[in-house]
């Protein structure tokens, strides 16, 4: 079974000033996807970002980008130029390529808090 | 935001009694998911849905049953709930495509008195 582990509980950040998020799995996959979410205070899970693993490009969303380095199996997440609505819970979520197994493994989650 | 409606939001139960929580869809997606979130655990899959009635087990389904009678309907079953069960519960859906990312509904708050 695969692992993802996020090692930093928790996180303060000011406004406007940029933040990086860890994750690291373990998984004998070679095909996979990776996906960050985030979950503020309203309780929503909400989809921050997706990477295949197949591709090299580490994707991008507006301020949200991430470095994936897939030998290593780590899978950070970059939030620039932070802003306030960023203050959530992020989690890591992995998921096998493989037909009828699309379920997603997540981490523990960060708790990221943006100060004004 | 996708088309995801849980019902309830919040129920609070003594043990030893049958709960459902409902998830309803509106996007005709084909796969639907059951999640619980615990403190210092994320979210683990409870069951999973492929289709009218085909579902499967997840990581954690001990005490838990599903069934999907119709596309947009996935319900969740504590036969007899126990303290161990007062968690958060979230219903995700995905699009029938492979590898698209979950879409999760607003979360039913469950506690076992």
């Known amino acids: 079974a695969q692992k993802i582990t996020q090692t930093q509980p928790g996180m303060f950040v000011q406004e406007k000033e940029a933040v990086t998020l860890d994750c690291t799995y373990d998984t004998s996959e070679n095909n996979y996807y990776l996906f960050w979410y985030k979950q503020p205070p309203s309780r929503q899970m909400i989809l921050v970002i997706r990477?295949?693993?197949?591709?090299?490009q580490n994707a991008t969303e507006n301020r949200f980008s991430v470095n994936f380095q897939k030998a290593a199996k780590s899978f950070s997440l970059k939030i620039s130029d932070s802003q306030l609505g960023d203050t959530a819970m992020y989690f890591c979520?992995?998921?096998?390529?493989?037909?009828?197994?699309?379920?997603?493994?997540f981490g523990t989650g960060t708790r990221l808090t943006i100060i004004p | 935001d996708a088309g995801i409606t849980q019902s309830p939001r919040h129920k609070v139960t003594e043990t030893g009694t049958p709960v459902t929580l409902r998830c309803h869809q509106t996007e005709n997606h084909r796969y639907m998911y059951w999640y619980r979130q615990d403190p210092g655990h994320g979210l683990r899959l409870i069951h999973y849905s492929y289709g009218v009635k085909d579902t499967d087990k997840g990581e954690v389904s001990d005490g838990y049953s599903v069934s999907r009678s119709k596309t947009e309907d996935f319900l969740l079953t504590l036969e007899s709930a126990t303290s161990s069960q007062t968690s958060v519960y979230f219903c995700?859906?995905?699009?029938?495509?492979?590898?698209?990312?979950?879409?999760f509904g607003d979360g039913t708050r469950l506690s076992i008195l």
């Open positions: 995700a859906i995905s699009e029938s495509d492979r590898y698209q990312p979950q879409h």
């Open positions: 979520a992995f998921m096998k390529q493989e037909v009828r197994n699309e379920k997603l493994t």
């Open positions: 990477q295949e693993a197949y591709k090299q």
